[in-house]
C-alpha cells in the first residue's frame, strides 16, 4: 500500500504517514510508504492557494521525492478563470504538480489549456451516498460491494486521459471496483465529507454585521478556518461531526474504512478535517 498525506501547510513530514492520525488507525491500517503530497482546497475556491503558496508545497514534494497533488474544488466561472492562472504560474515556475479535479469545468480546462498537468478526479465526482445518521459504523454490504458501481464514469474518465480516482468510504461500496484497473485507485482517511456548498457560516462569522448571510457569497473570504474545525451537535445522530468551512464531516469507522481497503492502491491520511 502507498500513502498520500493531506497538508494544510508545508512542513516536517513523518517517518510513518500514519502517524498523523490517532492512535487506533494506525492498527487499523497496513503499513507502507509515503509517496505523495496533497495540498490546495476540495470544496471551497476561496481558498485555493496562490502561485507562492503552491510552488512551497511542489518544492517540498519534489525535494523529499514525491508527487505533488493539487486538490481543485468545485468552482463558479471566476474561480475556473484563477485554477487557469494558478497552473499557468506554477507551470512556469517549473511545477507540474497533478490536479485532483472535482469539477468538469476545471477537468476540461486541464485537457485544454494545460495537458501535462496529471488528471485525477477528486471525490466529488463520486456521488455515493454519505451520510452520518446512516453510517453507524458498519461497513457497506456485502450486495453493495458486489457491484461495479461507476463502471461508465471510469470509461468517461479514462477517455478524457484521467490517471486516477478518488473517494472516501461512502455508504455504498465499490466506486474504486474490486479489481485493479488503468485508473489508480485512491480513498481518503479518516474524514468523509457529509455535506458542502457555497454557503458558509464561517465565512459569514468574520464579515460587517450588515452583510446578510446571502449578500456574503460574492465577497472575498478572510479565510478563518485554515487549520480550525468546530465540533458540531446534532440531534439526529450520536456520530461526532466537524463543521470546516463550508464542508460538514465526520470520522468513518475503522469497520467501514477496512472494508474498502482492498480495493484501493493508495490511502491519503488527513490530519484534520479540512475543506
Not at 492498527?27 to 470544496?43: K, N, R
Not at 451516498?129 to 463502471?151: H, I, K, M
Not at 468574520?206 to 478556518?225: H, I, N, Q, V, Y
Amino acid at each position: 500500500m502507498e500513502y498520500g498525506l493531506r497538508l494544510s501547510r508545508p512542513g516536517k513530514l513523518p517517518s510513518d504517514p500514519r502517524d498523523i492520525c490517532r492512535a487506533r488507525w494506525k492498527d487499523a491500517l497496513p503499513p507502507g510508504s509515503l509517496q505523495a503530497l496533497y495540498f490546495g482546497t476540495e470544496f471551497c475556491e476561496d481558498l485555493l492557494p496562490d502561485a507562492d503558496e503552491a510552488e512551497s508545497f511542489c518544492k517540498l514534494a519534489r525535494e523529499s521525492g514525491f508527487e505533488a497533488v493539487l486538490m481543485t474544488p468545485i468552482v463558479t466561472p471566476g474561480g475556473l478563470k484563477r485554477v487557469d492562472r494558478l497552473l499557468a504560474e506554477i507551470g512556469q515556475r517549473g511545477y507540474a504538480p497533478a490536479v485532483s479535479f472535482n469539477d468538469w469545468g476545471v477537468l476540461d480546462l486541464l485537457r485544454n489549456s494545460h495537458p501535462l498537468f496529471e488528471r485525477r478526479a477528486g471525490r466529488l465526482i463520486n456521488r455515493g451516498l454519505r451520510d452520518p445518521r446512516l453510517a453507524r459504523g458498519e461497513a457497506p454490504t456485502p450486495g453493495s460491494l458486489g457491484r461495479n458501481r461507476g463502471d461508465r464514469l471510469r470509461s468517461l474518465l479514462l477517455r478524457f486521459g484521467v490517471v486516477g480516482v478518488e473517494t472516501d468510504p461512502d455508504l455504498e461500496g465499490n466506486y474504486l471496483k474490486s479489481e485493479a484497473s488503468d485508473l489508480q485507485r485512491t480513498i481518503h482517511l479518516p474524514y468523509a465529507f457529509a455535506v458542502s456548498g457555497r454557503n458558509c457560516l464561517i465565512k459569514a462569522e468574520g464579515m460587517d454585521a450588515e452583510d446578510s448571510f446571502s449578500k456574503g457569497l460574492g465577497k472575498s473570504c478572510p479565510a478563518l478556518c485554515r487549520d480550525r474545525c468546530l465540533p458540531v451537535k446534532r440531534p439526529d445522530t450520536a456520530t461526532p461531526l466537524w463543521r470546516a468551512g463550508n464542508t460538514l464531516f465526520y470520522e468513518v469507522s475503522e469497520v467501514s474504512a477496512g472494508a474498502h481497503l482492498s480495493r484501493c492502491d493508495r490511502i491519503v491520511l488527513h490530519e484534520r478535517p479540512t475543506p
